[in-house]
């Protein structure tokens, strides 16, 4: 069973909005297969599957030498024509394995709109990568380091995403201590606003603190066998 996920300009980043979050037989379901040096992307378009192939051993390094992932699973991405299965225009899918342990099983990524792939697919490449002790931080910290390190990679959707997300206003403490408090695989359950102020307040503590102390803290609670790492060491400055 999958597991939660992760034109013009203002077009593209309305799209964005939608959700970058992280379907099941979509993956093997795809006619078209091409191999490419970082995996195998599947598409039902020769055409979509060598540009999403091209975007990935560009993106893919990029992403890595930021994550620095512990084991680097070859990527196995589809793209797939909008379903209601996929409201979102990109997610990582997960699936569970041998003892309850989540696996990756794919990306999956949207036909529509083509001018977004390389964002969506650079955000998504974030959670691929995530491994090992990432899963310490609140679900919000992720999607915004996901969200900061696309918006490093493609600096002009970025800024034009900022301030779409900076048109829900200036949030306050409290909407920094609810959207910490989102638990893992319940996010897709919140309302628009909600959800757009998640990747909001994520991505604003995660420029804060760095993906590098952010991977430094990850690190030391799995060394220590602690669980998610404590709300409080996220919504004071540091």
């Not at 990524?109 to 990432?134: G, Q």
């Not at 899963?135 to 600096?155: F, K, S």
């Not at 909407?175 to 989102?182: H, I």
Request: aromatic share 4%.
């Amino acid at each position: 069973m999958p597991a939660s996920r992760h034109p013009t300009v203002g077009i593209v980043l309305l799209a964005l909005l939608a959700g970058a979050g992280c379907v099941s037989n979509e993956f093997d379901e795809a006619p078209i297969e091409l191999a490419c040096a970082v995996g195998i992307v599947r598409g039902h378009t020769q055409a979509d599957v060598e540009q999403v192939a091209r975007l990935a051993e560009k993106l893919d390094p990029l992403v890595k030498a930021l994550v620095r992932p512990r084991q680097a699973a070859p990527l196995r991405i589809v793209v797939v024509p909008p379903h209601p299965r996929q409201p979102a225009e990109a997610t990582c899918v997960f699936e569970s394995g041998s003892h309850d342990v989540w696996v990756r099983s794919h990306i999956a990524i949207r036909t529509e709109p083509e001018l977004a792939r390389s964002y969506l697919l650079a955000h998504e490449l974030v959670h691929w990568h995530a491994d090992w002790a990432w899963d310490h931080l609140p679900i919000a910290v992720e999607e915004g380091m996901a969200e900061l390190v696309a918006g490093q990679l493609h600096r002009e959707q970025g800024a034009v995403r900022d301030a779409l997300l900076g048109s829900l206003g200036k949030h306050v403490e409290r909407d920094v201590q609810r959207m910490l408090e989102v638990e893992r695989g319940t996010e897709r359950s919140l309302d628009l606003r909600s959800h757009q102020m998640l990747y909001w307040v994520g991505k604003k503590v995660a420029k804060r603190i760095g993906v590098d102390r952010l991977r430094s803290w990850c690190e030391q609670a799995k060394a220590d066998g602690l669980g998610q790492l404590p709300l409080d060491r996220f919504s004071t400055p540091h």
